[in-house]
């Protein structure tokens, strides 16, 4: 999964992270495979904890 899934986070120095997560297929290596994308913000903190649990359950 390492050249198909990516995650690219910032922080606006405000208290929001904005994490991108970044997919790409079918041979994520490939420069002209195909790439999908979504920027989610959250309050750094509780939804930081929020959503690292939720996504642990997930992987788990």
């Known amino acids: 999964m390492e050249h198909d899934l990516r995650i690219v986070a910032t922080h606006d120095r405000r208290g929001h992270v904005n994490l ?14 195909w790439e999908a994308s979504v920027m989610v913000t959250l309050d750094a903190g509780e939804d930081m904890r929020r959503l690292v649990a939720e996504l642990g359950d997930l992987v788990s």
């Open 20 to 33: 991108r997560f970044v997919i790409r297929g079918p041979r994520g290596f490939d420069p002209s495979a």
